[in-house]
Nanobody, 117 residues
Framework: QVQLVESGGGLVQPGGSLRLSCAAS????????MGWYRQAPGKERELVAT???????NLVDPVRGRFYIYRNNIDNTASLQMNNLKADDTAVYYC???????????WGQGTQVTVSS
């Protein structure tokens, strides 16, 4: 079992920055993937960015050039640096973990990001 604890959400003005963090604990196999999804009100949950232990990155076009994903494979943490935030980025952001050994996904509890003036 994998537990994910997120932090770093909040309210920010358009053009501002936020950094989300996620710490994974429990039985963690490698290789794995950590990343972030988000869900805006009335919309489906969507991928934002993922990064594998092998360094493979997946970043969706709407955030490319503004968001950056990092991870530390030693302490099993992942961070999402979000710059030049827009109102459309408002959503609940969920930390995501994919264990490629047991073929299971795990989710954090979600953290609210609100971009508003």
């Amino acid at each position: 079992q994998v537990q994910l604890v997120e932090s770093g959400g909040g309210l920010v003005q358009p053009g501002g920055s936020l950094r989300l963090s996620c710490a994974a604990s429990g039985t963690l196999y490698k290789p794995n993937v950590m990343g972030w999804y988000r869900q805006a009100p009335g919309k489906e949950r969507e991928l934002v960015a993922t990064l594998s232990t092998r360094g493979t990155e997946n970043l969706v076009d709407p955030v490319r050039g503004r968001f950056y994903i990092y991870r530390n494979n030693i302490d099993n943490t992942a961070s999402l640096q979000m710059n030049n935030l827009k109102a459309d980025d408002t959503a609940v952001y969920y930390c995501y973990f994919w264990d490629n050994t047991i073929r299971r996904e795990f989710w954090g509890q979600g953290t609210q990001v609100t971009v508003s003036s």
